[in-house]
């Protein structure tokens, strides 16, 4: 943590320190006198306390999101708008034609979190493209670096629930929405490219295999007996309801799967493997 003083001044939005993915830098605090910087020093301690027991550590400057993360209401957003994320990116499939990311906060409560959830969606896109290190501290300026472009906004009505997110990704011509709530602590998927499941789906810890393919129960079956056969643990399966004549499919397995763009079972058109 840096206190922003430089002969007086603070230092330059544009300083590499600022930018650092370590360094949590707070404004400056106007120390010009022998009894003023021992009240920085202290200051600066009760940031470092604050920061330990989980509290929120007013004026950030590098990390404006990073307060929020400490409020304990928000964690199961940021962990949805993380999972979120990370199944975007596996849709999309790639960061060569840069990104341009959407996340709109739809109902009750979130009208002034889409800044802070928009930062945690690409936490999570960027984690499924291999960015493990990214954090609240320093997405900004990995995104920035990767060619992802985030922006944020609220609309006061949710179709699941009193409220909801739906982050939508963008590559070159690709493009996919994905829209998920919580219910306490627990993480749902509701829909992807206006599919709906239903019943909604937990998306709890581990591995999972998102597909596309045509929109058939016996397109289910194979993909599941396919599956087991190929020895790809199956712990549960789900489709969403039928949509421009796809679906999307979504297998819970045991162990990692290595899943190429090209699927090797004949009905899905591509698949995707997600850690969440």
């Given at each position: 943590?840096?206190?922003?003083?430089?002969?007086?001044?603070?230092?330059?939005?544009?300083?590499?320190?600022?930018?650092?993915?370590?360094?949590?830098?707070?404004?400056?605090?106007?120390?010009?006198?022998?009894?003023?910087?021992?009240?920085?020093a202290?200051?600066?301690?009760?940031?470092?306390?604050?920061?330990?027991?989980?509290?929120?550590?007013?004026?950030?400057?590098?990390?404006?999101?990073?307060?929020?993360t400490?409020?304990?209401?928000?964690?199961?957003?940021?962990?949805?708008?993380?999972?979120?994320?990370?199944?975007?990116?596996?849709?999309?499939?790639?960061?060569?034609?840069?990104?341009?990311?959407?996340?709109?906060?739809?109902?009750?409560?979130?009208?002034?979190?889409?800044?802070?959830?928009?930062?945690?969606?690409?936490?999570?896109?960027?984690n499924?493209?291999?960015?493990?290190?990214?954090?609240?501290?320093?997405?900004?300026?990995?995104?920035?670096?990767?060619?992802?472009?985030?922006?944020?906004?609220?609309?006061?009505?949710?179709?699941?629930?009193?409220?909801?997110?739906?982050?939508?990704?963008?590559?070159?011509?690709?493009?996919?929405?994905?829209?998920g709530?919580?219910?306490?602590?627990?993480?749902?998927?509701?829909s992807?490219?206006?599919?709906?499941?239903?019943?909604?789906?937990?998306?709890?810890?581990?591995?999972?295999?998102?597909?596309?393919?045509?929109?058939?129960?016996?397109?289910?079956?194979e993909?599941?007996?396919?599956?087991?056969?190929?020895?790809?643990?199956?712990?549960?399966?789900?489709?969403t309801?039928?949509?421009?004549?796809?679906?999307?499919?979504?297998?819970?397995?045991?162990?990692?799967?290595?899943?190429?763009?090209?699927?090797?079972?004949?009905?899905?058109?591509?698949?995707?493997y997600?850690?969440?």
């Amino acid at each position: 943590m840096v206190t922003q003083s430089t002969g007086g001044r603070s230092l330059p939005r544009t300083t590499k320190l600022i930018q650092h993915p370590k360094v949590v830098c707070t404004p400056h605090l106007g120390a010009n006198t022998k009894e003023a910087q021992l009240r920085v020093a202290q200051e600066i301690a009760e940031q470092f306390v604050a920061l330990s027991k989980g509290q929120s550590v007013p004026g950030v400057v590098n990390a404006p999101s990073l307060s929020q993360t400490q409020v304990p209401e928000n964690k199961p957003w940021a962990d949805l708008c993380i999972a979120l994320g990370k199944i975007a990116a596996g849709l999309v499939g790639s960061l060569a034609s840069g990104l341009q990311v959407e996340l709109t906060t739809k109902g009750v409560g979130l009208e002034k979190k889409g800044q802070f959830l928009s930062s945690a969606a690409c936490i999570g896109l960027l984690n499924q493209f291999g960015q493990s290190h990214a954090n609240f501290i320093n997405v900004t300026v990995l995104s920035s670096d990767s060619g992802v472009k985030a922006s944020y906004k609220h609309v006061p009505q949710a179709a699941y629930g009193e409220a909801e997110v739906a982050l939508s990704v963008k590559s070159g011509s690709v493009g996919h929405t994905v829209v998920g709530t919580v219910s306490g602590p627990s993480l749902l998927l509701c829909s992807l490219d206006d599919a709906a499941f239903q019943p909604v789906q937990l998306l709890s810890p581990g591995g999972m295999l998102v597909a596309v393919g045509e929109n058939s129960p016996n397109t289910f079956a194979e993909v599941i007996g396919s599956l087991v056969k190929s020895g790809v643990s199956v712990l549960s399966a789900s489709r969403t309801t039928g949509h421009e004549g796809k679906a999307f499919y979504l297998f819970k397995t045991g162990s990692p799967v290595k899943a190429q763009t090209q699927p090797p079972i004949a009905p899905l058109k591509f698949w995707t493997y997600i850690n969440i």
